[in-house]
């Protein structure tokens, strides 16, 4: 998604409530909402709020996937493109059947929340998926005999903090190079990164939207390692050169499931190198949101830090020699660089 969501807007929310479903299929079917909810400026605020910050923080660029069978990659484009006059009550209520349709028993009750929204004059629609916290239900009230949701319980009971899972889709339409139009969206889910596996996180990037991420793990933990590894290479004091060299293997060894860029930045650089670091990744098309980390192709890179110098010296060592001590780099006299290694001695021999 090229365009800055910052500006976004909210237009009007409509809110599905989805119970859990066994895996053989059992279950008491979703309570639609048949008209939209009231929306107030404080509602408004809030659902822009967590849209955003979900999204800014941790959301990855996706597009539909071809082929999928779920129906909304259609539903969503018919809809943004006015494909037809496709009506939005109508549209909300076939995302939320789909969703409780492709639940098994590991899914959680929640609320499902679309929201129509404006960013500049670019149309969209977010996508919520709330889980209620334990068996706590909200009840619909009645508009005009219709049954839709009070979007100040749906704030105060579900969209506190203490909801720990909360995913979020984001689709607009962008303007394609061809003069036409194109759906691009955005996705974030704070259960990817946390489970052991990733079949939960998966059911509602790949099932229920029908999508997949643009670029692979795989090559995004290899250009982001490449792209710190040639910013490390400007740096000129050799010391701070090694520990941030180190810093990046121990990121990328971790057993954390997800690389945080900003974060990196945060815990391992000096401040005087964090925004030039962030710039640097950003002019090399790498964003400094949150993406899943797949060190497949970068994998025996991992396991040791190599020093070469101009004649021809070289040094292999493990990540952790410098933090423990064994190894140290300095400046030295006529832009040389000195390595002092202190440790025991094991082994000589010619290679």
Known sequence: MRIDIRPLQVRRVIVHDVPSRTASGYGQGVTYSKVESD???????????????????????????????SPVPDLLSTYLTRQKDTDFVTMSQELARHLYESQTGVNSPGMLCV???????????AILKLNREGAVRIEPIDHHGNPTYDLQLIRDLILSERNKVFKAGLFVVEPASDSSSEVSGRVSDNQRGYAPATQVADFFLKRFLGCELIESAQSITKRFFDVTEDWISTISDPELKA??????????????????????????LRSEHRQDFTEWLAENEIADRVFDKDTHLIRSRLRRISIDFESGVG?????????????????????????????????????
């Not at 941030?244 to 900003?262: F, G, I, K, M």
């Open 39 to 69: 929306l107030s400026q404080q509602s408004s605020n809030y659902f822009r709020q967590r849209i955003i910050g979900s999204l800014e923080t941790a959301g990855f660029d996706v597009r539909f996937a071809a082929p999928t069978s």
């Open 115 to 125: 929201v129509e929204i404006r960013i500049d004059t670019i149309r969209g629609l």
């Open 243 to 268: 520990q941030y060299e180190a810093a990046l293997l121990s990121e990328l060894n971790n057993e954390r499931v997800t690389v945080d860029p900003l974060n990196f930045a945060e815990t391992n």
């Open 315 to 351: 040094v292999s060592l493990p990540p952790d020699a410098m933090e423990k001590g064994y190894v140290r780099l300095s400046e030295a006299s006529n832009a040389q660089t000195r390595m002092e290694i202190v440790d025991r001695l094991r082994n000589l021999r010619g290679r």
